[in-house]
């Protein structure tokens, strides 16, 4: 783990630290049925999003298409945008050829208009960069006045612990990176992550000009602890650390 400070220039050859190329096929199917995406990450940003009929809403980081297609079928009317032209292929697959869904990379300027959206939904992705500040003030001028900023990261705590409770000894307080293997699909890339305390998220969103409107720590789907029974054997009660969800508003 290396401390940074926020902003800090990544190198080059890192500065896309998120290639999701090859293992597309494989975290598309992980993505369809496990606990933490479809009954604890996905039901929390649907609840969070409300009644979304007839609004206009970018899934910044769409992936396959799981959580686009739920909101379409709210009645949301939705473009996806991600960094992986394979995922992109896989969302185009499963929500129709006539889906506004294209490959962009949220650290480069988004191909969109300003004001064009009532809410972004930015799930499980910004913890891939580690600068925020470009990102959000795209994310904040497609949106429309009044409009909303959904994201989900991995939680700064549940990780802090379990680098602390697996020997690292790293700050909370500092923002720091960190790289893993992940095998899906008989394929295995490495990705980079960027972990940061509350307070540097906190002071990203308002930078930006959000205002934050909803913490949350939920619970996943009523449904999970029976399906899942090992995953819960040491849990207490109904919620554990996993991700954390904010609802963020603009002017």
């Given at each position: 783990?290396?401390?940074?400070?926020?902003?800090?220039?990544?190198?080059?050859?890192?500065?896309?630290?998120?290639?999701?190329?090859?293992?597309?096929?494989?975290?598309?199917?992980?993505?369809?049925?496990?606990?933490?995406?479809?009954?604890?990450?996905?039901?929390?940003?649907?609840?969070?999003?409300?009644?979304?009929?007839?609004?206009?809403?970018?899934?910044?980081?769409?992936?396959?298409?799981?959580?686009?297609?739920?909101?379409?079928?709210?009645?949301?009317?939705?473009?996806?945008?991600?960094?992986?032209?394979?995922?992109?292929?896989?969302?185009?697959?499963?929500?129709?050829?006539?889906?506004?869904?294209?490959?962009?990379?949220?650290?480069?300027?988004?191909?969109?208009?300003?004001?064009?959206?009532?809410?972004?939904?930015?799930?499980?992705?910004?913890?891939?960069?580690?600068?925020?500040?470009?990102?959000?003030?795209?994310?904040?001028?497609?949106?429309?006045?009044?409009?909303?900023?959904?994201?989900?990261?991995?939680?700064?705590?549940?990780?802090?612990?379990?680098?602390?409770s697996a020997g690292a000894r790293t700050d909370y307080f500092q923002t720091r990176d960190r790289t893993e293997e992940w095998t899906l699909g008989g394929q295995t890339t490495r990705l980079r992550f960027w972990d940061r305390p509350l307070h540097a998220m906190t002071d990203a969103f308002t930078a930006a000009g959000f205002r934050i409107g909803v913490i949350s720590e939920p619970a996943p789907a009523p449904?999970?602890?029976?399906?899942?029974?090992?995953?819960?054997?040491?849990?207490?009660?109904?919620?554990?650390?996993?991700?954390?969800?904010?609802?963020?508003?603009?002017?």
């Amino acid at each position: 783990m290396t401390p940074v400070s926020e902003g800090t220039a990544l190198p080059a050859d890192s500065a896309r630290a998120y290639d999701y190329d090859g293992i597309a096929e494989g975290y598309a199917a992980e993505n369809e049925s496990s606990l933490l995406n479809a009954y604890y990450e996905r039901p929390a940003m649907l609840d969070l999003a409300g009644d979304v009929a007839g609004r206009r809403i970018l899934d910044a980081g769409c992936g396959s298409g799981a959580l686009f297609a739920e909101l379409r079928d709210r009645g949301a009317s939705v473009s996806g945008i991600d960094a992986s032209a394979a995922m992109v292929e896989l969302a185009r697959r499963r929500l129709g050829s006539d889906a506004d869904v294209r490959v962009a990379d949220l650290v480069d300027p988004l191909p969109l208009p300003d004001n064009a959206f009532d809410d972004v939904v930015a799930s499980l992705v910004l913890h891939y960069l580690q600068d925020w500040g470009p990102t959000l003030m795209e994310l904040r001028r497609v949106l429309k006045p009044g409009g909303r900023l959904l994201v989900s990261v991995e939680h700064p705590f549940a990780i802090w612990i379990a680098e602390r409770s697996a020997g690292a000894r790293t700050d909370y307080f500092q923002t720091r990176d960190r790289t893993e293997e992940w095998t899906l699909g008989g394929q295995t890339t490495r990705l980079r992550f960027w972990d940061r305390p509350l307070h540097a998220m906190t002071d990203a969103f308002t930078a930006a000009g959000f205002r934050i409107g909803v913490i949350s720590e939920p619970a996943p789907a009523p449904t999970a602890r029976d399906l899942f029974p090992e995953s819960f054997r040491e849990v207490v009660g109904e919620r554990f650390l996993g991700f954390l969800f904010f609802v963020l508003e603009t002017d």
